[in-house]
């Protein structure tokens, strides 16, 4: 009952329905997977490790329990290298693309490749590690500009230098 004596109902508040799940794949698609959403947590990995895993900048990664991720296929196709600090990165042996990175201080936790996922993961990097070993060359939002002659690309113009004596 409310203060003025009259009988109150709790309202339930409706249940947002959408995915529960995405999936993901290699570049080959012999190995793919799903992850229940909303992930865990998401950030980009700034690291010497995974920059050299990637082959790129820095590494996006997506971090769900291992309860609830699964592999659909091509688990038989993962190769996998253990570094010094018990951290195991899996590797589709076709193709290359990196799959998972486990952490052995995380023994519940498995990290994906943002980029191999084929839909949203219900989270978004907003964290950035190893930002101490954040390389000279990494794109930083600089001002872009079209190429002449090359639809597609786009690239940072040179700072003008500056006249001596001026």
């Given amino acids: 009952m409310d203060a003025r004596g009259k009988t109150t109902q709790a309202k339930e508040r409706p249940r947002r329905t959408g995915p ?25 990995d700034h690291s010497a490790a995974s ?22 296929t091509g688990e038989d196709c993962l190769s996998h290298f253990e570094d010094e600090n018990g951290a ?24 994906i490749p943002r980029a191999l996922f084929d839909s949203g993961t219900g989270r978004e990097p907003r964290y950035h ?4 070993e954040l390389q000279e060359w990494t794109y930083l ?15 940072t113009r040179a700072r003008g230098k500056k006249k001596a004596g001026i």
């Fill in 20 to 44: 529960t799940r995405a999936e993901g794949r290699c570049l080959c698609g012999a190995v793919t997977f799903e992850a229940g959403v909303p992930a865990r947590w998401a950030w980009h």
């Fill in 129 to 132: 590690i190893a930002i101490d």
């Fill in 141 to 155: 939002g600089e001002a872009l500009s079209p190429l002449k002659g090359f639809p597609g690309v786009v690239w």
């Fill in 51 to 72: 920059r050299r895993a990637h082959g790129a900048v820095y590494a996006t990664y997506v971090g769900v329990y291992r309860s609830r991720f699964r592999f659909l």
């Fill in 88 to 111: 195991t990165r899996s590797f589709c042996a076709r193709c290359g693309s990196p799959v998972a990175y486990g952490r052995a201080h995380a023994p519940t936790m498995i990290n």
